[in-house]
């Protein structure tokens, strides 16, 4: 089954304590990026990886860092957490052209709470 | 960067009846406007999309438009059902589409 896997699913920690959030896709896509969701915010764009290798700042990337060694995975480090970073997180993949219409596919997200 | 604004917040709508979303954006070069449907403790899904050449799509019960000039675009549901509630989130996104921006989510319910 094509899909975008997330793990962990539901994360408690501590403020300051590093943690890996993994996200792997089956669908042999170039692109994949992270987006954080809140309420009354919607989804904000984190970082996004157009291919191995490559990565490049979203909207909100502060506190985050991301790597692209392998092409299906593209796992979301958070070295020192802080309370701010409690939110949802989605992983999402796409095949990656010149054409930027190709459908976005999105994990089933991680909740995250750092207390 | 793109700002893109979505109204209602939350929308109630009876079973059968039509339900519009709409979403305004902040900048002209932006050129795809996705729809994502969003079920609860589920990723967004696509539902449907338009690019900048085109005013007005089409997909069963569910439309979108788009209106360049005034930077805004709708979404569309006709006959709404139960099944259709969820969150809904509108985005933008230009050039190679690396980065989207998305609206805030409109919460539909349709009451049976």
């Known amino acids: 089954e094509a899909q975008v896997t997330q793990n962990p699913r539901y994360l408690i920690t501590v403020t300051g304590k590093k943690l890996t959030v993994t996200c792997s896709q089956n669908?042999?896509?170039?692109?994949m990026s992270w987006y954080r969701q809140d309420p009354g915010l919607g989804l904000r764009q984190i970082y996004y990886s157009m291919n191995v290798e490559v990565t490049d700042k979203g909207d909100v990337p502060e506190g985050y860092k991301v790597s692209r060694k392998e092409k299906r995975n593209f796992p979301l480090i958070l070295e020192s957490p802080s309370p701010n970073q409690t939110s949802l997180y989605f992983c999402?993949?796409?095949?990656?052209?010149?054409?930027?219409?190709?459908?976005?596919?999105f994990g089933p997200g991680t909740r995250l709470t750092v207390l | 960067g793109e700002n893109v604004e979505q109204h209602p917040s939350t929308l109630s709508v009876q079973e059968g009846d039509s339900a519009v979303i709409k979403c305004t954006y902040s900048d002209s070069a932006s050129n795809y406007f996705p729809w994502y449907k969003q079920e609860l403790g589920k990723g967004p899904q696509l539902i449907i999309d338009?690019?900048?050449?085109?005013g007005e799509k089409k997909d069963q019960r569910i439309a979108v438009t788009l209106n360049k000039t005034a930077k805004h675009f709708s979404l569309h549901i006709t006959e709404t059902q139960p099944e259709d509630s969820a969150v809904y989130f509108c985005?933008?996104?230009?050039?190679?589409?690396?980065?989207?921006?998305f609206g805030t989510g409109t919460s539909l319910t349709v009451i049976p």
């Open positions: 669908m042999n896509h170039e692109y």
């Open positions: 338009i690019r900048s050449n085109v």
């Open positions: 999402a993949s796409r095949v990656w052209d010149s054409s930027i219409y190709n459908e976005q596919f």
């Open positions: 985005a933008a996104s230009m050039g190679t589409g690396n980065q989207f921006y």
